[in-house]
Protein backbone atom coordinates (compact mmCIF):
# COMPACT_ATOMS: atom_id res chain seq x y z
CA UNK A 1 0.00 0.00 0.00
CA UNK A 2 1.40 3.36 -1.06
CA UNK A 3 -1.15 5.74 0.56
CA UNK A 4 -0.61 7.97 3.12
CA UNK A 5 -0.29 6.19 6.90
CA UNK A 6 -0.33 7.56 10.37
CA UNK A 7 0.72 6.17 13.65
CA UNK A 8 -1.02 5.62 15.90
CA UNK A 9 -4.70 5.38 14.61
CA UNK A 10 -5.86 6.01 17.97
CA UNK A 11 -4.34 6.93 21.39
CA UNK A 12 -5.99 7.78 24.95
CA UNK A 13 -3.75 9.81 27.16
CA UNK A 14 -4.09 11.62 30.39
CA UNK A 15 -4.49 15.44 30.67
CA UNK A 16 -0.82 16.96 30.99
CA UNK A 17 1.04 13.94 29.07
CA UNK A 18 2.32 14.66 26.02
CA UNK A 19 1.71 13.00 22.73
CA UNK A 20 3.64 12.47 19.61
CA UNK A 21 1.88 11.53 16.28
CA UNK A 22 3.86 10.40 12.86
CA UNK A 23 2.67 10.53 9.51
CA UNK A 24 4.38 8.91 6.46
CA UNK A 25 3.48 10.38 3.36
CA UNK A 26 3.38 8.99 -0.27
CA UNK A 27 6.85 9.01 -1.35
CA UNK A 28 8.04 12.21 -3.48
CA UNK A 29 5.05 13.89 -2.16
CA UNK A 30 6.99 17.27 -1.12
CA UNK A 31 4.17 19.27 0.41
CA UNK A 32 2.38 17.71 3.64
CA UNK A 33 -0.50 19.09 5.56
CA UNK A 34 -1.95 18.62 9.30
CA UNK A 35 -4.97 18.81 10.33
CA UNK A 36 -7.92 18.39 12.99
CA UNK A 37 -10.92 17.20 12.84
CA UNK A 38 -13.54 17.40 15.79
CA UNK A 39 -16.79 15.94 15.70
CA UNK A 40 -19.60 17.12 13.58
CA UNK A 41 -17.01 19.91 12.22
CA UNK A 42 -15.12 19.10 9.03
CA UNK A 43 -11.07 19.31 8.71
CA UNK A 44 -9.45 22.24 10.06
CA UNK A 45 -5.86 23.25 8.97
CA UNK A 46 -3.18 23.01 11.44
CA UNK A 47 0.03 23.51 9.61
CA UNK A 48 2.15 22.57 6.12
CA UNK A 49 5.16 22.01 5.18
CA UNK A 50 7.01 22.27 1.70
CA UNK A 51 10.11 19.71 1.83
CA UNK A 52 11.68 19.78 5.68
CA UNK A 53 10.57 23.69 5.74
CA UNK A 54 7.22 24.56 7.99
CA UNK A 55 5.85 27.38 5.70
CA UNK A 56 2.35 28.16 7.38
CA UNK A 57 0.81 27.80 10.91
CA UNK A 58 -2.62 28.39 11.85
CA UNK A 59 -3.47 30.10 14.82
CA UNK A 60 -5.22 26.97 15.81
CA UNK A 61 -1.65 25.56 16.58
CA UNK A 62 -0.88 26.92 20.22
CA UNK A 63 2.64 27.13 21.72
CA UNK A 64 1.85 23.47 22.92
CA UNK A 65 1.93 22.15 19.55
CA UNK A 66 4.99 21.60 17.20
CA UNK A 67 5.56 19.65 13.91
CA UNK A 68 8.54 18.68 12.23
CA UNK A 69 9.52 17.34 8.84
CA UNK A 70 13.48 16.78 9.49
CA UNK A 71 14.27 14.72 5.98
CA UNK A 72 11.18 16.16 3.95
CA UNK A 73 9.56 12.38 3.87
CA UNK A 74 7.78 11.45 7.34
CA UNK A 75 6.56 14.35 9.71
CA UNK A 76 5.90 14.52 13.17
CA UNK A 77 2.84 16.36 15.59
CA UNK A 78 3.31 16.93 19.13
CA UNK A 79 1.19 18.22 21.83
CA UNK A 80 2.76 19.22 24.80
CA UNK A 81 0.49 18.73 28.35
CA UNK A 82 -2.59 17.65 26.65
CA UNK A 83 -5.77 19.37 27.37
CA UNK A 84 -9.45 17.56 26.95
CA UNK A 85 -9.96 20.27 24.29
CA UNK A 86 -7.10 18.22 22.42
CA UNK A 87 -9.47 15.41 21.79
CA UNK A 88 -10.09 14.65 18.10
CA UNK A 89 -9.03 13.32 14.95
CA UNK A 90 -5.93 14.18 13.51
CA UNK A 91 -5.34 13.99 9.72
CA UNK A 92 -2.56 14.00 7.83
CA UNK A 93 -2.20 14.76 3.68
CA UNK A 94 -0.09 14.93 0.88
CA UNK A 95 0.59 16.26 -2.60
CA UNK A 96 3.31 16.49 -5.33
CA UNK A 97 3.92 20.27 -5.49
CA UNK A 98 1.49 22.58 -7.03
CA UNK A 99 -0.68 20.20 -8.80
CA UNK A 100 -2.98 17.15 -8.05
CA UNK A 101 -5.27 16.09 -5.09
CA UNK A 102 -4.23 16.16 -1.27
CA UNK A 103 -4.24 12.40 -0.57
CA UNK A 104 -4.98 11.94 3.27
CA UNK A 105 -4.31 8.87 5.73
CA UNK A 106 -6.75 7.06 8.13
CA UNK A 107 -6.39 9.82 10.82
CA UNK A 108 -5.09 9.24 14.58
CA UNK A 109 -7.97 9.62 16.80
CA UNK A 110 -6.74 11.62 20.17
CA UNK A 111 -8.57 10.95 23.16
CA UNK A 112 -7.69 13.15 26.58
CA UNK A 113 -9.16 11.73 29.87
CA UNK B 1 -11.30 34.54 5.31
CA UNK B 2 -12.31 32.07 3.14
CA UNK B 3 -15.42 29.30 4.32
CA UNK B 4 -17.58 26.96 3.03
CA UNK B 5 -21.13 27.02 4.04
CA UNK B 6 -22.97 22.72 3.34
CA UNK B 7 -26.26 21.97 3.85
CA UNK B 8 -26.49 20.77 7.46
CA UNK B 9 -27.48 17.04 7.91
CA UNK B 10 -28.19 14.24 8.09
CA UNK B 11 -29.95 13.10 5.04
CA UNK B 12 -31.77 10.54 4.97
CA UNK B 13 -33.24 8.92 1.38
CA UNK B 14 -34.54 5.57 0.05
CA UNK B 15 -32.42 3.86 -2.65
CA UNK B 16 -32.46 5.16 -6.44
CA UNK B 17 -34.29 9.09 -4.92
CA UNK B 18 -32.08 11.59 -6.24
CA UNK B 19 -29.45 13.50 -3.98
CA UNK B 20 -28.34 17.62 -3.62
CA UNK B 21 -25.97 18.54 -1.18
CA UNK B 22 -26.03 22.15 -1.23
CA UNK B 23 -22.57 23.93 -0.56
CA UNK B 24 -21.84 27.84 -0.87
CA UNK B 25 -18.31 29.18 -0.44
CA UNK B 26 -16.58 32.89 0.21
CA UNK B 27 -13.66 33.01 -1.21
CA UNK B 28 -11.38 36.20 -2.31
CA UNK B 29 -9.88 35.19 -5.13
CA UNK B 30 -10.63 32.15 -7.42
CA UNK B 31 -10.65 28.84 -5.88
CA UNK B 32 -10.53 25.06 -6.77
CA UNK B 33 -13.32 23.33 -5.13
CA UNK B 34 -13.74 19.63 -4.34
CA UNK B 35 -16.06 17.27 -3.01
CA UNK B 36 -14.40 14.70 -0.45
CA UNK B 37 -16.26 11.55 0.62
CA UNK B 38 -15.82 9.77 3.88
CA UNK B 39 -17.13 6.33 4.44
CA UNK B 40 -17.27 4.95 7.16
CA UNK B 41 -14.38 3.60 9.17
CA UNK B 42 -12.20 5.35 6.37
CA UNK B 43 -10.28 8.27 5.61
CA UNK B 44 -11.31 11.19 3.44
CA UNK B 45 -11.45 10.24 -0.34
CA UNK B 46 -11.51 12.68 -3.35
CA UNK B 47 -14.94 12.59 -5.04
CA UNK B 48 -14.73 15.25 -7.55
CA UNK B 49 -13.37 18.30 -8.24
CA UNK B 50 -13.38 21.82 -10.29
CA UNK B 51 -11.09 24.30 -10.99
CA UNK B 52 -12.47 27.31 -12.91
CA UNK B 53 -15.64 29.06 -12.93
CA UNK B 54 -18.49 26.47 -15.29
CA UNK B 55 -16.36 23.58 -14.69
CA UNK B 56 -18.39 20.20 -13.78
CA UNK B 57 -16.90 17.80 -12.20
CA UNK B 58 -17.79 14.21 -11.94
CA UNK B 59 -17.13 10.83 -10.57
CA UNK B 60 -19.09 7.54 -9.75
CA UNK B 61 -22.51 8.96 -11.02
CA UNK B 62 -21.83 12.29 -8.73
CA UNK B 63 -21.89 15.85 -10.39
CA UNK B 64 -21.41 19.49 -9.27
CA UNK B 65 -20.96 22.75 -11.29
CA UNK B 66 -18.88 25.79 -9.94
CA UNK B 67 -21.05 28.47 -10.46
CA UNK B 68 -18.67 31.78 -9.68
CA UNK B 69 -22.43 33.76 -9.94
CA UNK B 70 -23.85 31.96 -6.98
CA UNK B 71 -20.92 30.81 -5.43
CA UNK B 72 -21.98 27.31 -5.45
CA UNK B 73 -20.89 23.92 -5.88
CA UNK B 74 -24.09 21.22 -5.29
CA UNK B 75 -23.31 18.00 -5.03
CA UNK B 76 -26.09 15.80 -7.42
CA UNK B 77 -26.63 11.99 -8.03
CA UNK B 78 -29.83 10.89 -9.95
CA UNK B 79 -30.02 7.74 -8.29
CA UNK B 80 -28.25 6.86 -5.00
CA UNK B 81 -27.53 3.50 -3.63
CA UNK B 82 -26.99 2.08 -0.34
CA UNK B 83 -23.42 2.01 -0.75
CA UNK B 84 -23.04 5.89 -0.85
CA UNK B 85 -24.57 6.44 2.42
CA UNK B 86 -21.36 8.57 3.87
CA UNK B 87 -20.34 11.93 4.89
CA UNK B 88 -20.25 14.51 2.13
CA UNK B 89 -17.87 17.48 2.99
CA UNK B 90 -17.56 20.06 0.41
CA UNK B 91 -13.71 22.21 0.37
CA UNK B 92 -12.01 25.30 -1.44
CA UNK B 93 -8.15 25.30 -1.94
CA UNK B 94 -7.27 28.88 -1.33
CA UNK B 95 -4.72 29.61 -4.48
CA UNK B 96 -1.20 30.17 -3.70
CA UNK B 97 0.55 29.69 -0.71
CA UNK B 98 0.02 26.67 0.99
CA UNK B 99 -3.18 25.64 -1.08
CA UNK B 100 -4.42 24.49 2.03
CA UNK B 101 -8.26 23.23 1.92
CA UNK B 102 -10.99 24.71 3.74
CA UNK B 103 -13.84 22.50 4.39
CA UNK B 104 -17.57 22.68 5.20
CA UNK B 105 -19.10 20.98 8.26
CA UNK B 106 -19.91 17.80 6.15
CA UNK B 107 -23.42 15.94 5.96
CA UNK B 108 -24.36 12.70 7.05
CA UNK B 109 -25.84 10.76 4.01
CA UNK B 110 -27.73 7.43 4.61
CA UNK B 111 -28.94 5.61 1.85
CA UNK B 112 -32.35 2.86 3.07
CA UNK B 113 -32.87 0.15 0.56
Known amino acids: DTGVSQDPRHKITKRGQNVTFRCDPISEHNRLYWYRQTLGQGPEFLTY????????KSRLLSDRFSAERPKGSFSTLEIQRTEQGDSAMYLC???????????FGPGTRLTVL | GNSVTQMEGPVTLSEEAFLTINCTYT??????LFWYVQYPGEGLQLLLKATKADDKGSNKGFEATYRKETTSFHLEKGSVQVSDSAVYFCALSEEGGSEKLVFGKGTKLTVNP
Open chain 1, 49 to 56: FQNEAQLE
Open chain 1, 93 to 103: ASRRQAFGEQF
Open chain 2, 27 to 32: ATGYPS
